[in-house]
């Protein structure tokens, strides 16, 4: 094995992402996964605005920056207009459950055959660690200095369960941790999978560490993943069946 | 009138320096401005802080010349370049910052003040103090700020980690006493060290990437065998990096695979 994927752009590292951040290490696996899949000609990699941009020079395959929340609609243009290419959407919490949700929701309801993957980090990572809506239930960030309470701002949301069920058969949704290497690399490559198999609308949440904003270290970051599966539960939510 | 430009990498604490420094001056009364430019990233990247200090009010929070100009790392030479003039007094970290860097403005610089930030912090306060000694030769050029009201800057800063309040205390006062002791200079920056990066034994190879690792420790939280460590040799961020005991190590590869820079590379032979 490597250190570095092909997949991505030497010339273009250091990248700019914080140190021990779980985006970067996904995005570490999601290399893996296109060089295994051999499809870096083929892929067509959009990234949305938030910490997720600073991915935007990483890979050495064709790159899209969209807007913010619109990582989705781009992508799904994208593959309407060119069904060969591989579309790969890539978002944060911010850009998939709240600006960018309508786009999600649809995009799913379509069955658009294309991979999105989601970074779950429980906050606003690049503004400063403000509340998501996949912060924790009593979770501290700068704007619930006291926690998240259920009775002011609700519950997590659960993006791969909602998904779940409005999905077409032929969807793929999973989740799982940026610190397992080898289930993450899996759920990618079924996700990348789905789509070139043109089955229907692959989406990976992957649960990924902001040690700056959480303010923990290395032992903390990866205690506070453990923390974050009792929410959201690991798996692979729905698989897909053969379409009729 | 005193224009001060801090020059970091996002991380380093420029921008604490010049939330200080603009806190004290407002508290002794004088008219301070402070304004942050730094890209999109939260940590890594070139990070500047404006800070202007005077008597008399302040049109413009920007300039274009810098009396005072502090270079905290090597990707900053560059960058600050343009900021220096006849006049400008120029800080530097003669134990970080590279030399090869720091020869591009030779010639520029006409009086400047190396101090070996890194390596004192080192030795007597930790890596993490290492801005408030830069604090400290910067405070050296604006003494018009009484010094209790840096310490109360420092105080509130600090207010949330009082821990840290003591330690950038003596990390500052240590700072100016080197600014005004005047040891003798040089206009040098660090030589080119070689820094150990591969560890090997008959079976297996284990290399780190210094221009790539950002000292995370993951991979330390990540061996089953505990032969990770924090070492004493600094990143290109500055930051520690990690090393390995050789015969401890099995060789699993979970450093390199938990690695989010790809700055371990383990290989079998």
């Known amino acids: 094995m490597e250190n570095l994927?092909?997949?991505?752009?030497?010339?273009?590292l250091p990248h700019k992402f914080c140190s021990g951040?779980?985006?970067?290490?996904?995005?570490?696996?999601?290399?893996?996964?296109?060089?295994?899949?051999?499809?870096q000609d083929k892929a067509v990699y959009g990234s949305d605005i938030g910490c997720s941009l600073l991915s935007w020079n990483?890979?050495?395959?064709?790159?899209?920056?969209?807007?913010?929340?619109?990582?989705?609609?781009?992508m799904v243009g994208l593959k309407r207009a060119k069904p060969e290419v591989i579309a790969i959407a890539f978002m944060g919490d911010g850009g998939g459950y709240a600006i960018g949700a309508q786009h999600l929701i649809n995009s799913c309801l379509r069955d658009d055959k294309i991979t999105v993957i989601?970074?779950?980090?429980?906050?606003?990572?690049?503004?400063?660690?403000?509340?998501?809506?996949?912060?924790?239930?009593?979770?501290?960030?700068?704007?619930?200095?006291?926690?998240?309470?259920?009775?002011?701002?609700?519950?997590p949301i659960h993006g791969p369960e909602m998904l779940a069920t409005i999905a077409a058969p032929g969807a793929y949704m999973a989740r799982c941790t940026s610190d397992d290497f080898e289930t993450?690399?899996?759920?990618?490559?079924?996700?990348?999978?789905?789509?070139?198999?043109?089955?229907?609308?692959?989406?990976?949440?992957?649960?990924?560490?902001?040690?700056?904003?959480?303010?923990?270290?290395?032992?903390?970051?990866?205690?506070?993943?453990?923390?974050?599966?009792?929410?959201?539960?690991?798996?692979?939510?729905k698989v897909s069946k053969d379409v009729v | 009138m005193k224009k001060i430009l801090i020059a970091g990498e996002g991380g380093q604490g420029a921008q604490s320096i010049a939330e200080i420094l603009a806190l004290a001056a407002h508290k002794a009364?004088?008219?301070?401005?402070?304004?942050?430019?730094?890209?999109?990233?939260?940590?890594?990247?070139?990070?500047?802080?404006?800070?202007?200090i005077s008597n008399d009010p302040i049109n413009y929070p920007k300039f274009d010349r810098a009396d005072i100009l502090l270079i905290m790392c090597n990707r900053a030479v560059s960058v600050v370049k343009e900021f220096?003039?006849?006049?400008?007094?120029?800080?530097?970290?003669?134990?970080?910052?590279?030399?090869?860097?720091?020869?591009?403005?030779?010639?520029?610089?006409?009086?400047y003040l190396s101090l070996p930030a890194k390596n004192i912090a080192q030795e007597k306060f930790g890596l993490k103090s290492t801005n408030m000694l830069f604090l400290g030769a910067i405070y050296h050029e604006v003494l018009e700020i009484p010094k209790e009201m840096i310490s109360t800057a420092i105080n509130e800063k600090f207010a949330a980690y009082p821990e840290f309040q003591q330690n950038n205390k003596k990390a500052f006062e240590a700072g100016l006493?080197?600014?005004?002791?005047?040891?003798?200079?040089?206009?040098?920056?660090?030589?080119?060290?070689?820094?150990?990066?591969?560890?090997?034994?008959?079976?297996?190879?284990?290399?780190?990437f210094p221009q790539y690792c950002k000292g995370c420790m993951l991979c330390a939280v990540r061996c089953p065998k505990n032969a990770i460590t924090m070492g004493k040799d600094l990143n290109f961020l500055g930051t520690q990096m990690p090393e390995v005991d050789i015969e401890k190590c099995i060789a699993c590869g979970k450093c390199m695979e938990i690695c989010p820079d790809g700055a371990i590379k383990l290989e079998k032979h």
Request: proline share 4%.
């Open chain 1, 5 to 12: 994927p092909k997949s991505w752009k030497k010339s273009a």
């Open chain 2, 29 to 52: 009364d004088l008219k301070t401005s402070y304004i942050p430019n730094f890209g999109v990233e939260q940590r890594g990247g070139v990070s500047l802080a404006f800070v202007q």
């Open chain 2, 177 to 208: 006493q080197y600014a005004t002791s005047k040891p003798d200079q040089q206009f040098k920056g660090r030589q080119k060290q070689e820094v150990k990066t591969v560890y090997e034994d008959d079976q297996k190879s284990w290399e780190r």
């Open chain 1, 58 to 74: 990483m890979f050495d395959v064709d790159t899209v920056q969209t807007h913010h929340g619109r990582a989705t609609p781009t």
């Open chain 2, 84 to 111: 220096i003039g006849e006049n400008t007094l120029v800080i530097f970290d003669g134990s970080f910052v590279s030399d090869d860097k720091l020869q591009e403005l030779q010639g520029v610089v006409k009086s």
């Open chain 1, 184 to 237: 993450t690399k899996n759920y990618i490559k079924n996700a990348l999978v789905n789509q070139i198999e043109g089955k229907g609308f692959s989406f990976v949440e992957i649960l990924s560490m902001c040690p700056v904003n959480w303010k923990t270290n290395a032992q903390q970051s990866i205690d506070f993943i453990e923390e974050m599966k009792k929410t959201f539960p690991l798996g692979e939510i």
């Open chain 1, 21 to 39: 951040c779980g985006q970067a290490l996904a995005l570490k696996i999601l290399g893996f996964a296109i060089d295994e899949l051999n499809i």
């Open chain 1, 118 to 155: 989601l970074i779950n980090n429980a906050n606003y990572a690049m503004t400063g660690g403000q509340m998501a809506p996949t912060t924790l239930v009593d979770e501290k960030t700068t704007t619930t200095p006291a926690g998240r309470k259920i009775s002011e701002f609700g519950r």
